[in-house]
């Protein structure tokens, strides 16, 4: 799911927009996914490795201040997460 997609889902929704917690878990990932494969070739990159821990972090506190707020959404962005096959745990 590209990010002009994923755009469309949550401005669709409420009016939301790129400060969303939902938009800022989909680029973390984004972001964890990218890091993953470079780290694949790479495996001595240890900065890459503390930065992708340090993602991972913030996601999971995102998503557990949305699962404290909001179960309803916090249920639909991971079913959106499935749907674009990012993997959350």
């Known amino acids: 799911m590209t990010k002009k997609s994923f755009m469309s889902f ?8 790129r400060g969303s917690v939902e938009f800022q878990v ?3 990932s984004n972001r964890i996914k990218r ?3 470079h780290l694949k070739l790479h495996k001595k990159d240890y900065s890459s490795e ?4 340090k993602i991972l972090g913030k996601r999971q506190r995102l998503l557990a ?4 707020k909001d179960k309803v ?7 959106q997460l499935k749907k674009a096959k990012i993997k959350i745990r």
């Open 50 to 53: 503390r930065g992708i821990r």
């Open 65 to 68: 201040y949305l699962l404290k």
């Open 35 to 37: 890091l993953t494969s």
């Open 10 to 17: 949550i401005s669709h929704e409420e009016n939301r927009g």
């Open 26 to 28: 989909f680029r973390f």
């Open 73 to 79: 959404r916090h249920k639909e962005l991971i079913r």
